[in-house]
Each structure stands twice: as structure tokens, then as C-alpha cells.
């Protein structure tokens, strides 16, 4: 796996902190069609990680995980509401604060959704950025990933998972809490307003840093 040997975030930028290797060729099957390789975005720091399936093509356009289009714009207005994005939900380049977006696979097929053997390269790259950030609370968006962070970190089957059920609920993990969401493009307003009333709820309005024991930054 073409990971850099660089272990200490930059965090002068969001964009690829961890300085990630942007000339992947571990998949030959997407370096053709792909525009570029996209990294994860945020807060080294962050105590929440979002993680989608793979990048559209607004993200990858914008080379920024969940941004453009409606299905970007949509996380990026709930988490604008929650206090975690700082700029409009149309930025390309975020000002985000104590989250960190990210997805299973960095580069994007124009005609197809990523493989098994896609998803497996590239979980190094994912399973890196998740133990350097150490976050508290993760959300899986969509059930591929849900599925995928369910193997990892909860003792359930990941068949046992359905995310338009698990949307906006808690689940507990090995060592963190999953917060499922919908794919952003399938999600209703009603969807959305469920997601931010629960994190408000449920997550912000309690010592969440109390997952782990781990000390508040």
C-alpha cells in the first residue's frame, strides 16, 4: 500500500493532512477513469469522522470528500447546523472545526460503485486517518459503510445493519459510537432534521469524550 511515511498531521491544511500518497496507483482499474486520488478533510483533532462510500464527482471535482452537488451540500448544512462547519454549504474548500470527512475509497469510477477488492486496498488508507484522529463518534454514511465500520468496531453481524433503520440512532462500538446516516441524496428534510435532533440530543448535549476515557483536548 502506497501510504507516505508521514505521521504527524499539517494541519496549516484541511485538505489531505496526514500528506497521503495523491498518485495511488494500488487500483489499476480506476486510474484511467479517475480525475484524481481524494483524501480525507479536517480536523486532525476532530473528536467526529464522517465517512462516505466514495467520492461524487462534485468531491472529486473540489478534490473535498461531501462537497458539491446536493448530497455534499446536504452534509454540509447538517453539520453547519450542528456548529462543526463554519462556511456556506456550497464551499468547496470547508472551514470545518472538530470534524473530519473521509470516505472507503479515494477515487471514483464514472460508471460503477468501488468493488470488494477496491474497498479492501484502499481500507489502509481509512484505517490510518481513523487511528491518528482517534475520534469519539463516527458516522458511517450509507450502508456500505456501515456495514464495513460494523465489522471493525461493533460484535454484530454487519448483515444485521439496515441504515434506513439505524439512521440518527446511536450504536455502541468497540472503543467508539457509530452514528448512522442515509445517503445525503436519498434523504428527506424530515431525514435530516431526525439526524441533527439527535446528535443534539443524544451526543452534543452529553460528555461524549466519556466513550473512550480519553481525556477532552
Do not use: W
Amino acid at each position: 500500500m502506497a501510504l507516505t511515511e508521514a505521521v504527524d498531521a499539517n494541519q496549516q491544511e484541511f485538505r489531505n493532512p496526514f500528506g497521503m500518497d495523491e498518485a495511488c496507483e494500488n487500483c489499476p482499474e480506476l486510474c484511467g477513469p479517475r480525475d484524481r486520488v481524494v483524501h480525507g478533510y479536517g480536523d486532525v483533532g476532530a473528536e467526529f469522522v464522517v465517512i462516505g462510500t466514495r467520492p461524487t464527482a462534485a468531491a472529486e471535482a473540489n478534490g473535498v470528500p461531501f462537497t458539491g452537488d446536493g448530497g455534499g451540500e446536504r452534509v454540509q448544512s447538517i453539520f453547519g447546523d450542528l456548529g462543526f462547519v463554519r462556511s456556506p454549504p456550497d464551499a468547496a474548500a470547508p472551514d470545518v472545526q472538530n470534524v473530519f470527512f473521509t470516505t472507503l475509497t479515494r477515487c471514483r469510477h464514472p460508471e460503477r460503485e468501488p468493488t470488494d477488492r477496491e474497498i479492501e486496498t484502499c481500507e489502509p488508507f481509512v484505517n490510518a486517518e481513523i487511528r491518528m484522529i482517534n475520534p469519539q463518534i463516527i458516522v458511517p454514511v450509507g450502508g456500505r459503510p456501515l456495514r464495513e465500520l460494523a465489522i471493525e468496531y461493533t460484535t454484530r453481524r454487519p448483515d444485521s445493519f439496515d441504515v434506513d433503520a439505524e439512521h440518527a440512532t446511536t450504536i455502541r462500538g468497540r472503543g467508539f459510537e457509530l452514528v448512522p446516516m442515509k445517503e445525503p441524496d436519498a434523504m428527506t428534510d424530515a431525514d435530516a432534521d431526525a439526524f441533527v435532533a439527535h446528535m443534539r440530543e443524544n451526543v452534543l448535549s452529553r460528555d461524549y469524550r466519556q466513550t473512550k476515557g480519553r481525556q477532552s483536548r
